[in-house]
């Protein structure tokens, strides 16, 4: 059950405490407040936890600072969406605001190879006034005898160049929980130029102890991507790790599926799941065609596959689009064949734009015909 206090009630309240004692006076139920970042406002929600099922929920609606009370559905408790339960879980992060309704871009390096690659990179992206990028550190490899990351090395030239081109935020991956304080150490000693999301490869999809790493913490929000070879709803549960936690901060990437019946792309493309998880769940959603398609040919139209998935995930709603980029893909460590070149990366955006403008167009449309719609 989840109980929502009306605004401005904040967790350390006294009208939360009142809400917690008197939940956790009945036999095995544990309560837990959280603050959301919904998509319109800051809210309080109290979850009750355990032995919830037969818990009267008139006591809870009758305190004059609750303003609902949600019955949860036994799935998906942190980050689903409820009956009854509109707002949509958003956050915002070095100034830049992620939910359901917002769109971002994240063009960058698969893997950091060199200083001067890195600064073609984000001049590049000053340019068309982009302030969010990729750039691994850490990448998990198939074969050990490739190219693992520059690891903490490369961390200062990253964030003092992050700094120096107005980047606000890089999505790099963590294999492994003590990355996360190899980054904190690093931004703090660069003076916090930059800020970092985590993300979470889709080979650690379900590394549980990971997940309650980057859950455990606050300070960076963490991009999940979906596991390759598992199904949709056990994906949704990992996030559901990261989320109980302690962090609700989750962007949920779709990034294609193993499979052999997607070739000749690498990987199956899975964008049609875009509303699925928007309807399932309260996160904003992003695709990644880079990692999907894995390389660069183009249909008939002269549109590269990386741009036409791109679209298919845009055009049903995604949030974000993590995309890989490379000044001079012949040198890239990692990824270079779906790396796109910076002489590309105006258009991209431009096209990626158009449609996620058709996409704003589709949803007026509906409300047109069907103005009760949600
Ligand atoms: C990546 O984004 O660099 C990456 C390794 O992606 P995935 O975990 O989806 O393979
Ligand atoms: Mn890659």
Redesign the pocket.
């Known amino acids: 059950m989840i109980i929502v206090m009306k605004a401005d009630i904040l967790p350390e309240s006294p009208e939360v405490a009142q809400v917690i004692r008197l939940a956790e006076r009945y036999p095995n139920v544990k309560a837990d407040a959280r603050k959301i970042q919904g998509a319109t406002r800051v809210l309080t929600e109290v979850y009750l936890l355990g032995s919830t099922a037969t818990l009267p929920q008139e006591p809870f609606e009758e305190f004059p600072a609750v303003e609902k009370v949600i019955r949860i559905r036994e799935r998906y408790r942190s980050i689903g969406r409820h009956e009854g339960q509109v707002e949509a879980i958003g956050f915002t992060y070095r100034g830049i605001r992620f939910s359901q309704e917002d769109f971002h871009i994240f063009p960058g390096l ?2 950091v190879d060199s200083p001067e690659n890195t600064d073609s990179m984000f001049r590049a992206l000053q340019t068309l006034g982009i302030r969010t990028t ?1 750039a ?1 550190a850490y ?2 490899r198939t074969s050990p005898y490739d190219f693992q990351g520059h690891g903490k090395t490369c961390l200062p030239y990253v964030f003092e160049l992050a700094g120096k081109y107005g980047i606000q935020i890089i999505a790099m ?1 963590v294999t492994h929980e003590g990355q996360i304080g190899e980054i904190r150490d690093a931004l703090a000693t660069a003076g916090h130029p930059t800020g970092v999301m985590l ?1 979470i ?4 999809a379900q590394n549980f102890e990971l997940l309650k790493a980057v859950g455990q913490q606050q300070e960076f929000p963490v991009l999940f ?1 979906r596991g ?1 070879g598992i199904t949709l709803d056990e994906s949704l549960n990992a996030c559901e790790y990261v989320a109980t936690a302690g962090n609700s901060n989750i962007i949920f ?1 779709l ?1 294609g599926m193993k499979t052999q019946l997607g070739e000749p792309h690498r990987n199956l493309v899975d964008f049609g799941h875009v509303p699925v998880v928007r309807r399932l769940t309260r996160l904003p959603v992003c695709v ?1 065609p ?2 999907a398609v894995g390389k660069k040919a183009a249909a008939p139209d002269g549109i590269l596959d990386i741009q036409h998935v791109t679209a298919q995930g845009v055009i049903a709603g995604a949030n974000m689009v ?1 995309v ?1 980029f490379h000044p001079r893909p012949e040198q890239a460590l ?2 270079g064949p779906q790396a796109l070149l910076l002489e590309e990366l105006a258009y991209f955006i431009q096209d990626t734009e158009l449609v996620r403008r058709a996409y704003v167009e589709r949803c007026k449309l509906r409300a047109e015909f069907s103005p009760t719609a949600s």
């Open positions: 698969c893997a990729r691994g990448k998990p991956e993300q490869g889709t080979r650690n991507k390759m990437c990034r990644d880079s990692h993590l890989d990692c990824d």
